[in-house]
Nanobody
Framework: QVQLVESGGGLVQAGGSLRFACAAS????????SAWFRQAPGKEREFVAA????????YYADSVKGRFTISRDNAKNTVYLNMNSLKPEDTAVYYC?????????????????WGQGTQVTVSS
């Protein structure tokens, strides 16, 4: 069972940038599709971005398209989320997720493995 550990959260001003990393415990991480989700205070968890096992296909929520970039380095068993032009509404706990099921998905029920989450606060 793969374990996921996120890092890179913090406090940033609006317009700033942050980069998340999600490190997986398995050397076969290239077998897993991956995604990032987020949960703002008082709201349900929502999809942010997903990436295929090879990294060749990506998928974004409309709210982050053009500002966020998901990528992966399978040699390092790590998935990244680069976030630019951050807005106060991006404030949330961000979660890394992974699944052995093929096909990119924005449905959190399709992801069996989750990290512990990392907080991002964007000040105006």
């Amino acid at each position: 069972q793969v374990q996921l550990v996120e890092s890179g959260g913090g406090l940033v001003q609006a317009g700033g940038s942050l980069r998340f990393a999600c490190a997986a415990s398995e050397r076969t991480f290239s077998s897993y599709k991956s995604a990032w989700f987020r949960q703002a205070p008082g709201k349900e968890r929502e999809f942010v971005a997903a990436i295929s096992r090879s990294g060749s296909v990506t998928y974004y929520a409309d709210s982050v398209k053009g500002r966020f970039t998901i990528s992966r380095d399978n040699a390092k068993n790590t998935v990244y989320l680069n976030m630019n032009s951050l807005k106060p509404e991006d404030t949330a706990v961000y979660y890394c997720a992974a699944s052995l099921v093929s096909g990119l998905s924005r449905d959190q029920r399709d992801y069996a493995y989750w990290g512990q989450g990392t907080q991002v606060t964007v000040s105006s």
